[in-house]
């Protein structure tokens, strides 16, 4: 059973840097595509990111394009979201989720409903 489990939240600055990790565990991280997204509450769960495995290929939403960046090490069995410049409206719970390679609609990477396995998620808040 796949597990993730999220770290590196917590309070930053706007115009400040985290560095979230995303640890895999439970089955073979090169057959799955990994997504960052984001949720506050009362709103919508909403994509940050994907980095699929098979083409290396990158996906971002518009509101992170050039300010966050996702990477992979799946000796490691990690997935990294670095968050550069980050803005108050950045505030909210981070999770990674999984989906397996052969089941996944990547034109439909931004749908929560692509992915099978979810982490408990991580605070981060952009204040002064």
């Known amino acids: 059973q796949v597990q993730l489990v999220e770290s590196g939240g917590g309070l930053v600055q706007p115009g400040g840097s985290l560095t979230l990790s995303c640890a895999f565990s439970?089955?073979?991280?090169?057959?799955?595509?990994i997504a960052w997204f984001r949720q506050v509450p009362g709103k919508k769960r909403e994509a940050v990111s994907l980095?699929?495995?098979?083409?290396?290929?990158?996906y971002y939403a518009d509101f992170v394009k050039g300010r966050f960046t996702i990477s992979r090490d799946n000796a490691e069995k990690t997935v990294n979201l670095q968050m550069n410049s980050l803005k108050s409206e950045d505030t909210a719970a981070y999770y990674c989720?999984?989906?397996?390679?052969?089941?996944?609609?990547?034109?439909?990477?931004?749908?929560?409903?692509?992915?099978?396995?979810w982490g408990q998620g991580t605070q981060v808040t952009v204040s002064s």
């Open positions: 989720a999984a989906a397996h390679e052969e089941r996944l609609f990547l034109q439909r990477w931004f749908d929560q409903f692509e992915y099978e396995y």
């Open positions: 980095i699929d495995n098979r083409t290396g290929e990158m």
């Open positions: 439970g089955a073979t991280m090169d057959f799955y595509a």
